[in-house]
């Protein structure tokens, strides 16, 4: 091998400066014109290869290859640096482009189903799943289908439970509770077995405050079939309330009395609030009265179609507004139908 | 029903503690929602049901005692100071009540009063505030004496608000013995059913409690102990309508005198809720509160006078025309035909089973007392206390039906009570006029009516074991029991209600909490589900999911709050409504026809809390049917809004507000929902909306609803603000019917569309749906879609036009559209608009 021409030592030269210089480069500017000394048509590298005929011919292809050697390192060392450049750049752009994060995000419109419409559909939801299915009738009734075919007459002393609307026309009345859709329900499927869900819009004549309302929502249950039991409204109702208010809510039935069944009963569940121990919400009791019910009386039966001999039932009836008011602790039911969206938002 | 404890443990043995006892008498079926106390300390621990009020009496602090001497006070006339003995020392009392001055200054009393008396540091409530502040007694000097300790008033002890004088007990109450020992009590609030009249008594809950415990129930004796001559020729009983009437029973009582009641009765009055009188009205009032009888007492000299001195005869009848009688309220009252009375031959007495005339009234002169125990048509009683509004503690028992035997019991046990606490002789014998004795009924029920009801096994011996604790008489006959209902029940029926009647019977004796819960197994009926709530569901979850807020108003509204949509003067003839016989207000007289008219108004009492407002509401209106009884109950949707098109952030401020085609949209979105494709929405005229800014939506001939933007003149007679206010109002039922039930998918192109625009300038009056029908019927089924994407008004254009942009979208199922396939398509439309419509369609550059 021949001694090192002059040439090469040259280049040799050339890419160190040239790698020193890059290595001091900061910003895309002069990186560039880096570039266009060191890589560029014109530029120094390039003029090794016009310049190769001043070597010895033997040398010509080595030198050559030198040439293309450098022009190469020094191509690959461009590359890296103008990457690290732009990603430097990237990262300043960046950190400048930092956000208020705790700024308030843009406001969607979101609407809203009515807290009593999610009431309702939880309990139907439930019921459903046992095979009760949504039944709906009139919320203006005959006196016969609210009162007279539900075994309470005219002048019976349980008609003090209810305070009814009249309306002008004479035997029509605005519904005291969804029972007389029992009969209308027993009417249309007898002798069917029956399992309903009948809910909705009740009227009763009071003077409205904040615990007292003239129209609220009623949900009833009605089963009737054979060998329907007071223990199958019991394990019905608990398996609800379990639903309904936790797996490990405590229940009672204490009797208690609705013309339209027999026996009839109201059911409590221990306290939610309080755990039983007695609170405000509970009055001190430690109960909570969540619905009544009863085992279909045997004249709703025969009124309905069915031979009381033969075939039984139960029915209950909860109220959702209660519901809604235990659960999320409202303190006036006028909230219900009062439509202040500042209430209706927070559901 | 207040229940006294220590007079219910004169009928039975109760050892159960208070709560338990509570307990019990709950799932009796009679509801304790809270128990007042009195001297008792409140039992602890939670999870009772129930709620306790009062004060205790600390048996150190609070004790009986007797008072010697009541002297002068020697600086006040209106104090005097008691020589007292507490059962330990004796001891100089000061005290203001004003039932102590008539023995002042009589020196060492012949017969020493006994009273209830508070030692230092005693916690009771003060005497001289309003409503019940607890106190403690404090040793201070009244006048120069020396005071530490008291004489206590009722009020003072919880008993009731009176504190005129101090208590003065019966002379038996055995000094130093602590209050609490002595008259400590406990009052249960409890909650009768319409059903258990034969409860709302003491011993109608002893029974019961009888029953429960498995004890004897302890009646009182009703042997007359009559010393007098026979009443059979001082009165008699005619009885017009026994129907009304079934039974009527005097005694006599000579030779009364009037008094104060001994103070354990009135103790005891007043603890069941009334107040005491004299000892006749009370014995009365007591004998109705023990044994549920209401008995009602005449002054036999009144009956006398006003027969001429001739034997008295009570009547009973109905009310002549016109009749009327001063009751003893002092109200003179026109009486209804159907109104039962008790009369004799000067005319009406009092109103039967309800109140009595104000002039056979007994009084403080009264010596010799008639005492009527009666039966009364329960239902008779209903309609004279609904039409003469009058309600008693009498006809409160009889308009729930009591038992034609308690008329008799309570006459015997009255009269002994009244002979026990006023003095006098007790006639021998009674009149009772019982012209058809009550049968009560036998009720036939099996092991498996029990089994087929209550779900719980039980041989013939177990039920009439418990119905027998209850007073039934029962046999049995293999698996049946023969159960006759107890001679003082009404609420037992027959046949087949009495067979529930007695299986209610035995399910509360059993204990509703012994009856083990199980799951139905009962056959399942056919699942039908339900399309109403089906469609409700998915019109609230669209209209929610397109950010509108759902509202649920009151139905019952007034014609004026509807002819608000209507502009002031042009509002059309009040339609007929289905109107409230008894409103509670002006306000809600009628229901609603018109859901627009809610939710506008909902909209209205939100807008100034709410920069934007998009509400809903789905339900019926009520519509009355010449044809029918009840009235249609059609299914509404409506919708109002009005405000900014989007919310305002901190970075952008709107000022775009919602438009007629906002509410377009979310119809347009809503119909989609609900995949109803053949719709059209064409300009229309309501004297609710603005004439150029409404339009009717229809699906093929059916008209759905309207939508619009208020009128001006409509929005004046709400308190809205400057932006319009968009409402819409939709048949549901309607709607819901033109919803096909099923729909199917359009595969997905495989071959690229070809879209173009169009540009055409219009004459005004022509309208976006005119120019889209002559598009798409011209386009076929190459042209797949056709949007409007451009409006533009400008002196280019031309007055009286506009330029209008549309691109058409063309796709063919099997192959790539080619540029001439295109192009004769568009030029047969362009024919075709230019045609029809007369528009310009602008050449493409
Ligand atoms: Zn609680």
Redesign the pocket.
């Known amino acids: 091998m021949s001694e090192k021409s002059g040439l090469i030592q040259e280049l040799e030269a050339l890419q160190a400066k040239a790698e020193l210089e890059l290595k001091n480069i900061q910003d895309s500017a002069a990186l560039q014109s880096w570039r266009a000394e060191y890589l560029s048509r014109s530029a120094e590298v390039m003029s090794f290869f016009k310049r190769l005929p001043e070597a010895p011919i033997e040398d010509r292809p080595r030198i050559g290859q030198f040439a293309n050697q450098v022009k190469t390192i020094l191509e690959t060392q461009f590359e890296k640096k103008e990457s690290a450049i732009k990603q430097a750049d990237l990262d300043a752009n960046l950190q400048n482009e930092r956000l208020d994060v705790t700024l308030p995000g843009r406001e969607t419109t979101r609407g809203r189903l009515h807290i009593q419409t999610l009431v309702l559909r939880e309990i139907y939801r439930i019921f459903a799943e046992m095979g009760f299915q949504v039944y709906r009738s009139p919320e203006v009734e005959t006196d016969e289908n609210n009162f007279e075919l539900l075994n309470i007459p005219a002048y019976h002393p349980a008609r003090d439970l209810w305070d009814t609307f009249y309306t002008t026309k004479p035997g029509v009345i605005m519904r005291t509770h969804t029972s007389p859709g029992q009969v209308r329900a027993m009417r249309e499927f007898a002798p069917e077995p029956i399992r309903v869900t009948l809910p909705g819009m009740c009227y009763r004549y009071e003077q409205i405050d904040a615990s007292h309302e003239i129209q609220f929502n009623q949900v009833e249950l009605l089963a009737v079939g054979k060998n329907i039991t007071f223990g199958d409204m019991k394990g019905t109702l608990e398996e609800f309330a379990k639903r309904m208010y936790g797996e490990s809510v405590r229940t009672r039935i204490r009797p208690s009395y609705f013309p339209f069944v027999e026996p009839g009963g109201e059911m409590d569940v221990e ?1 939610f ?10 009055g001190g ?2 109960w ?1 009265e969540i619905l009544g019910c009863g085992m279909v009386h045997p004249v709703v039966l025969r009124n309905g179609g069915y031979d009381p001999e033969v075939y039984s039932g139960f029915a209950a009836g909860l109220g959702p507004e209660r519901i809604s008011m235990l659960r999320y602790r409202i303190d006036d039911i006028r909230n219900f139908w009062g439509n202040d969206v500042r209430f209706l938002e927070q559901f | 029903m207040e229940l006294v404890y220590s007079w219910l443990k004169e009928y039975v043995d109760v050892d159960l503690p208070i709560v338990d006892l509570a307990h019990a008498l709950t799932m009796l079926g009679m509801e304790v929602e809270n128990v007042r106390l009195l001297g008792y300390p409140k039992p602890d621990g939670g999870n009772t049901g129930i709620s306790f009020h009062g004060l205790e009496w600390d048996p150190e602090k609070f004790v009986v005692a007797r008072v010697d001497e009541v002297m002068a006070h020697p600086n006040a006339d209106r104090l005097v100071l008691c020589r007292l003995f507490d059962g330990k020392d004796e001891l100089s009392v000061l005290t203001g009540a004003p039932n102590l001055y008539p023995y002042k200054g009589k020196g060492p009393l012949a017969q020493p009063l006994k009273v209830a008396y508070a030692r230092e540091a005693a916690k009771l409530y003060d005497g001289h505030k309003s409503g019940q502040e607890l106190t403690t007694l404090k040793r201070l000097k009244i006048r120069g004496v020396e005071s530490f300790s008291m004489i206590c008033s009722e009020k003072e002890l919880g008993i009731s608000e009176e504190h005129e004088g101090v208590i003065i007990l019966d002379s038996t109450a055995p000094e130093g013995t602590p209050l609490v020992e002595y008259m400590g009590d406990a009052v249960f609030e409890i909650a009768i059913l319409p059903n258990m009249v034969h409860c709302a008594n003491v011993i109608g809950v002893a029974r019961e409690v009888a029953a429960y415990l498995k004890k004897p129930l302890k009646f009182p004796d009703t042997t007359l102990l009559s010393k007098g001559p026979s009443i059979t020729d001082k009165i008699s009983i005619k009885i017009i309508n026994a129907d009304l009437n079934p039974r009527f029973v005097v005694g006599l009582l000579q030779g009364v005198k009037a008094q104060p009641s001994p103070y354990w009765v009135q103790y005891r009055l007043q603890l069941a809720g009334m107040r005491p009188i004299n000892s006749i009205v009370d014995a009365t009032n007591y004998v109705m509160l023990e044994a549920g009888e209401p008995l009602h007492a005449f002054d036999y000299d009144v009956l006398l006078k006003r027969a001429g001195g001739e034997t008295p005869k009570i009547i009973t009848r109905t009310a002549r025309k016109g009749e009327k009688l001063t009751t003893l309220d002092d109200v003179e009252r026109e009486l209804d035909d159907f109104t039962e009375l008790v009369c004799d031959s000067a005319g009406a007495l009092s109103i039967a089973g309800v109140m009595g005339g104000l002039e056979s009234e007994v009084t403080d002169q009264t010596t010799n007392v008639l005492l009527e125990g009666a039966s009364w048509n329960f239902i008779n009683i209903r309609k004279t206390v609904a039409s003469q509004r009058l309600n008693s503690e009498a006809s409160y028992r009889f308009s729930r039906n009591v038992h034609p035997a308690l008329a008799e019991t309570g006459v015997r046990i009255g009269l002994q009570r009244m002979a026990a606490w006023s003095g006098g002789t007790i006639a021998e014998g009674l009149v009772d006029e019982y012209p058809t004795p009550r049968v009560d009924p036998i009720i036939v029920i099996s092991e498996s009516d029990v089994e087929r009801i209550l779900g719980i096994q039980l041989k013939a011996k177990e039920i009439a074991v418990l119905l027998e604790r209850l007073d039934f008489v029962c046999t049995i006959e293999n698996d049946l029991v023969n159960a006759q209902s107890p001679a003082y029940r009404t609420d037992i029926g027959k046949d087949v209600i009495g067979k529930a009647d007695v299986i209610e019977e035995v399910a509360r004796l059993f204990g509703f909490e012994n009856i083990p819960p199980t799951r139905l197994q009962a056959e399942l009926p056919p699942q039908r589900g339900n399309r109403s709530e089906e469609r409700d569901r998915l019109i609230q979850d669209t209209l929610a999911n397109l950010g509108l807020q759902e509202v649920i108003s009151y139905r019952l509204t007034s014609p004026e709050s509807e002819l608000r949509l209507y502009p002031a003067g042009s509002e059309p003839e009040v339609p007929q409504y289905v109107e409230i016989q008894n409103p509670i207000a002006v306000e809600k007289r009628v229901l609603r026809r018109s859901l627009i008219a809610s939710v506008v108004e909902a909209l209205e009492r939100n807008i100034r809390h709410q920069e934007r407002l998009l509400l809903f509401e789905i339900g019926p209106v009520f519509l009355p049917n010449k044809d029918e009884l009840l009235p249609d109950e059609p299914a509404r949707l409506a919708i109002a809004l009005s405000g900014l098109r989007h919310p305002n952030t901190w970075d952008q401020k709107g000022i775009q507000l919602l438009d007629f085609f906002d509410l377009k949209g979310i119809l347009e979105a809503l119909l989609d929902a609900l995949h109803i494709k053949e719709y059209v929405f064409t300009a229309d005229t309501h004297p609710s909306f603005h004439p150029g800014k409404c339009a009717l939506l229809s699906i093929g001939e059916d008209q759905i609803g309207w939508m619009g933007e208020l009128h001006p003149k409509v929005k004046e007679n709400y308190s809205f603000l400057e932006a319009p206010v968009l409402a819409a109002e939709i048949d549901l039922d309607m709607l819901f019917t033109l919803s096909p039930k099923d729909f199917v998918t359009t595969p997905l192109a495989a071959y690229p569309p070809v879209i173009e625009d169009l540009a055409m300038i219009v004459p005004e009056g022509t309208t976006s749906a005119e120019i889209e029908k002559v598009i798409l019927s011209t386009g076929g089924i190459l042209l797949k879609q056709v949007n409007l994407f451009d409006i533009f008004r400008g002196e280019q254009i031309g007055a009286g036009n506009k330029s209008m942009a549309y691109r058409l979208t063309y796709q063919a199922p099997n192959r790539t559209l080619t540029d001439n396939d295109v192009g004769k398509l568009r030029i047969r439309i362009i024919n075709q608009l230019e045609k029809e419509l007369g528009v310009i369609v602008r050449k493409a550059d």
Do not use: E, F, I, Q
């Open positions: 306290c609030v309080c755990g039983g121990k007695g609170c405000s919400v509970c009791k430690g909570l």
